[in-house]
């Protein structure tokens, strides 16, 4: 069974909350929104990495994963590009897009698109270290 907790968020802040309440693995998963007449992402990608990404995630002890839906208009607009693809924070160039938060709530790690796909890459992803420690000098 699925222990993950997926939560719909947006903001840096929900995400800094996050990791303030959760000690555990904590993931943010950029997917494009759902179609009203669907009910499934307009994104294809989206849609066949969600369930890969799900069941990786499944066997990670105390995880959770935010979830944000990107709205179509606002993701494929030309004119004025999305902030997630100019945000500090951690610039996702596209989606689905899969970060990694450390214990300071900053990015550790991010796959997008076909990357996501790649076991070997997201088993990399999933087991990096959120906290890095000093190496111990002897």
């Known amino acids: 069974p699925l222990q993950n907790e997926i939560q719909n ?5 929900a995400i ?17 929104s759902a179609r009203p007449d669907t009910g499934k ?21 105390d995880c959770l994963v935010l979830e944000v839906p990107i709205e179509r208009s606002a993701w494929k607009d030309k004119d ?12 996702v160039s596209g989606v689905p897009a899969l970060v990694k938060v450390g214990q300071t709530a900053r990015p550790v790690g991010i796959l997008v698109e076909e990357e996501i796909m790649d076991a070997v890459m997201l088993q990399s992803l999933i ?10 000098s002897q």
Request: proline content about 6%; glycine content about 8%; overall charge positive.
């Open 80 to 91: 004025r590009p999305h902030f997630l693809r100019k945000n500090k924070w951690g610039k």
């Open 9 to 13: 968020i947006i903001g840096v802040s």
């Open 16 to 32: 800094a909350a996050a990791r303030e309440e959760h000690t555990g693995a904590l993931f943010v998963l950029y997917v494009g």
């Open 41 to 61: 992402s307009w994104c294809g990608d989206c849609v066949r990495a969600k369930p890969v990404i799900v069941q990786a995630l499944s066997a990670v002890k």
């Open 127 to 136: 087991n990096a270290m959120v906290a890095a420690s000093p190496p111990h």
